[in-house]
Nanobody, 125 residues
Framework: QVQLVESGGGLVQAGGSLRLSCAAS????????MGWFRQAPGKEREFVAT????????QYADSVKGRFTASRDNAKNTVYLQMDSLKPEDTAVYYC??????????????????WGQGTQVTVSS
């Protein structure tokens, strides 16, 4: 198993930036594909980004492509989400998640077995 703890959320004005962190403990971090999801009030949890075990491959939702960047430091057991040019519609609780799957799209929630508690991101207009 792996335990995940997100941090770095907060209140920011539109156009600003935030960097989320997700610290992992438990099984070797490098064995997991990591993902970021978000959930806005009244909406389903949606895919934001995923990063491969080595960090060499990333994929993003169209809504954040070009503005968000996922990265990871396996030596520190931490994955990051750099969020730039934030918009009010980015307001949500952001979750990191870990997938032990050897293959898949990694866009789907059911591919991830472990989840953090979430961190609130609020973007004011």
């Amino acid at each position: 198993q792996v335990q995940l703890v997100e941090s770095g959320g907060g209140l920011v004005q539109a156009g600003g930036s935030l960097r989320l962190s997700c610290a992992a403990s438990g099984r070797p971090f490098s064995t997991y594909v990591m993902g970021w999801f978000r959930q806005a009030p009244g909406k389903e949890r949606e895919f934001v980004a995923t990063i491969s075990r080595s960090g060499g491959t990333t994929q993003y939702a169209d809504s954040v492509k070009g503005r968000f960047t996922a990265s990871r430091d396996n030596a520190k057991n931490t994955v990051y989400l750099q969020m730039d040019s934030l918009k009010p519609e980015d307001t949500a609780v952001y979750y990191c998640a870990a997938s032990p799957c050897s293959s898949g799209t990694f866009y789907r929630r059911d591919e991830y077995h472990y989840w953090g508690q979430g961190t609130q991101v609020t973007v004011s207009s």
